[in-house]
C-alpha cells in the first residue's frame, strides 16, 4: 500500500500548515533562512550522524525565524529524513552519477529539493528548484548548482512517470524504494510480519505521531485535563489503553496547562510501561536507566508523597534533566544517582524499608529505537545491523544487575522501544535461563485495557499500525519469595 501522493500528503493529521508559495515568490533575494537551515541541520545529520531532533532544536533556538518559518524548517528536515529512501531512488533515475558519489551537502540538498518536489503541494516545482540552486551557492558550493538544477527539474518533469516497485511482485524493494525502510529493518520486519504488515508498519512509520500527553495525577485527574484542554485543543481525547493519557492535535509544550505542570508529553506506549510496572503507594522503585526522566516522573505522580523511587543515569547532565522536569510537575518524591546500570546494584543507598531490595525496578533499556520511526525518522538511518549485537550486550547486562537489586517477591518490567526480537524476548529469555529464581508474572485480568496488548506470554507489545502508539515492548518478571 502507498501513501498518498503530493496533492493530498500534507493533508494528514498533525502535519503543519505552511503558506502557499507562489511561483516567483522570494526569487532573486537569495534563499530563505528556513531552508538554509533545514539543509544545515540535515548536512549534520549525515556527515557526524547527529540526533535531528537535537540538532533542529538546536538550530531552532538560536535563529530568529517566525513561527511560519520554524514549521517549514522542521517539515523540510523530519520529511527529507522519513522519505529519503525513496527520494533516493527517484533521484537515481535523473542523476548522471550514484547519489553516493555526491557531497554529503550536496546530497541533502538534493534531498530536501526532491522532497518538496514529490511532496509538498503548497510549494511549486519551480520555487522547490529555484530555492535549492540559491541555497547550495550560500552554502559555498557554486560548482554544483548546475547538478542541482538539472536534476531537480527533470525529477519536476518526471518523477510521476517513474515506476515504484510492486508491494505484491517485490515486496521487500517496495519497503526500501517506496516506503523509505532500510533494507536490513525491511528484511526484519517481512520476516516477523510478513509483506502486508509489514508495508502498514512502514507505510505508518512516516507517518507524523499524534502529539499525546501524560495528566500529572497530584494536580489533576485525564478528565479534569481533558475540559481544560477542549477549548484550545477541540480535537483532545482520552487515549484508547492508558488512564492518564490524552491524545491532542498538536503539541502543547508552551500550553499553560503543561507550564503550569498538570501535564507531560509522552507516548501512551510509554505510558503503558509504568501501567505494566504497576508501582504502588509506600513501595521503593528503581529505574536503572532514568534520563530524561519521563518514566520516572510517572512513577512518581502514581507514588506521591508515600513511596520512594531511586533514578539512575550515568550521565550527570542528563540527571539535571530529570530534575528540571520535577520542578515543573512539583515532584519531591525521588533521588537521582549518577551511577552505570552495567555495574553492580547490590548496594545502592535505600530506605530502612528496601535492606533486601527493592520491590518494582524498571529497566527501560538503550535500544536501536525502530519502535519510534515516526517520531525519529533518522533513526532508521542511523542504526545499523551491527550495532545490534553492542546493544544486546549492554541489555543483557543492565538487566542481569537489575534483578540482582530485586527484593524477593519483587517485580521487575524490561521495556524497549523497538520492535527487535533479539533486543526484547531473546534478551529476556535468556535472563530466566540463568536465573530459575525468576518468572514471567501472570498476565493481568481480562478487564484491563492492557490485556488486549498481551501477547501469549504476557508480555505488552505494542504496534505503530495496529495501536497508533510508538513500538514498545515490555516483560513483567518476579523474583520468588
Known amino acids: 500500500m502507498l501513501p498518498p501522493e503530493k496533492n493530498t500528503k500534507r493533508r494528514g493529521r498533525g502535519r503543519p500548515k505552511l503558506a502557499r508559495e507562489g511561483p516567483g515568490q522570494r526569487r532573486g533575494a537569495g534563499p530563505t533562512a528556513a531552508r538554509l537551515l533545514a539543509i544545515r541541520v540535515l548536512d549534520r545529520v549525515e556527515k557526524v550522524q547527529a540526533f535531528a531532533d537535537i540538532a533542529l532544536h538546536a538550530a531552532l533556538s538560536r535563529s530568529e525565524l517566525s513561527s511560519e518559518d520554524r514549521a517549514l524548517a522542521t517539515e523540510l528536515v523530519f520529511g527529507t529524513l522519513r522519505w529519503r529512501g525513496r527520494l533516493d531512488f527517484l533521484l537515481s533515475h535523473v542523476l548522471d552519477r550514484p547519489l553516493d558519489r555526491t557531497e554529503p551537502l550536496v546530497t541533502s540538498t538534493l534531498r530536501m529539493g526532491a522532497y518538496q518536489i514529490v511532496f509538498c503541494d503548497r510549494i511549486p516545482d519551480s520555487a522547490a528548484v529555484d530555492q535549492s540552486v540559491h541555497c547550495i551557492r550560500a552554502l559555498g558550493s557554486e560548482r554544483a548548482a548546475g547538478l542541482i538544477n538539472a536534476a531537480l527539474r527533470r525529477l519536476a518533469r518526471e518523477h510521476t512517470k517513474i515506476p515504484l516497485p510492486n508491494p505484491v511482485r517485490d515486496p521487500q524493494g517496495h519497503l526500501v524504494h517506496a516506503l523509505s525502510i532500510p533494507k536490513w529493518i525491511a528484511e526484519l520486519w517481512l520476516q516477523r510480519f510478513g509483506p502486508e504488515e509489514a508495508a502498514e508498519l512502514a507505510a505508518v512509520s512516516n507517518q507524523t505521531p499524534p502529539a499525546t500527553v501524560r495528566a500529572n495525577r497530584l494536580r489533576n485527574s485525564a478528565d479534569e485535563l ?3 484542554l477542549l477549548p484550545r485543543f477541540p480535537e483532545a481525547r482520552r487515549g484508547l ?11 502543547a509544550t508552551r500550553d499553560p496547562a503543561f507550564l503550569a505542570g498538570r501535564m507531560s508529553p509522552q507516548d501512551e506506549a510509554s505510558q503503558l510501561v509504568v501501567e505494566f510496572l504497576d508501582p504502588q503507594p509506600g513501595e521503593s522503585i528503581l529505574d536503572t536507566c532514568a534520563a530524561p526522566g519521563t518514566k520516572t516522573m510517572a512513577i512518581a505522580e502514581r507514588l506521591g508523597d508515600d513511596g520512594f523511587i531511586l533514578a539512575l543515569d550515568r550521565h550527570e547532565g542528563r540527571l539535571a534533566q530529570i530534575a528540571r522536569g520535577a520542578r515543573r510537575l512539583g515532584i519531591t518524591n525521588f533521588t537521582t544517582l549518577q551511577h552505570d546500570a ?10 530502612e524499608t528496601a535492606r533486601e531490595g527493592f520491590d518494582r525496578v524498571l529497566v527501560d533499556a538503550p535500544c536501536s529505537g525502530l519502535g519510534t520511526l515516526r517520531r525519529r525518522p533518522d533513526a532508521r538511518w542511523r542504526i545499523q545491523p551491527s550495532d545490534l549485537p553492542k546493544l544486546r550486550a549492554v541489555q543483557r547486562a543492565i538487566l542481569a544487575r537489575a534483578a540482582d537489586a530485586l527484593r524477593p517477591g519483587g517485580t521487575l518490567v524490561y521495556s524497549t522501544c523497538t520492535l527487535v526480537s533479539g533486543e526484547n524476548e531473546e534478551v ?3 535472563l530466566l535461563a540463568e536465573r530459575p529464581d525468576l518468572q514471567r508474572a501472570v498476565p493481568r485480568e481480562k478487564e484491563s485495557p492492557l490485556h488486549a496488548l498481551l501477547d501469549e506470554n504476557g508480555d505488552l507489545r505494542c ?6 502508539t510508538d513500538g514498545f515492548y515490555a516483560a513483567r518478571l518476579e523474583r520468588a519469595p
Do not use: Q, W, Y
Not at 489503553?241 to 503539541?251: E, Q, R, T, V
Not at 504496534?463 to 497508533?468: D, E, S, V
Open 463 to 468: 504496534l505503530p499500525h495496529k495501536h497508533n
Open 342 to 351: 552495567m555495574g553492580t546494584l547490590r548496594d545502592l543507598e535505600r530506605p
Open 226 to 228: 481533558l475540559e481544560e
Open 428 to 430: 529476556v529469555e535468556e
Open 241 to 251: 489503553f492508558s488512564p492518564d493519557a490524552l491524545i491532542l492535535g498538536k503539541g
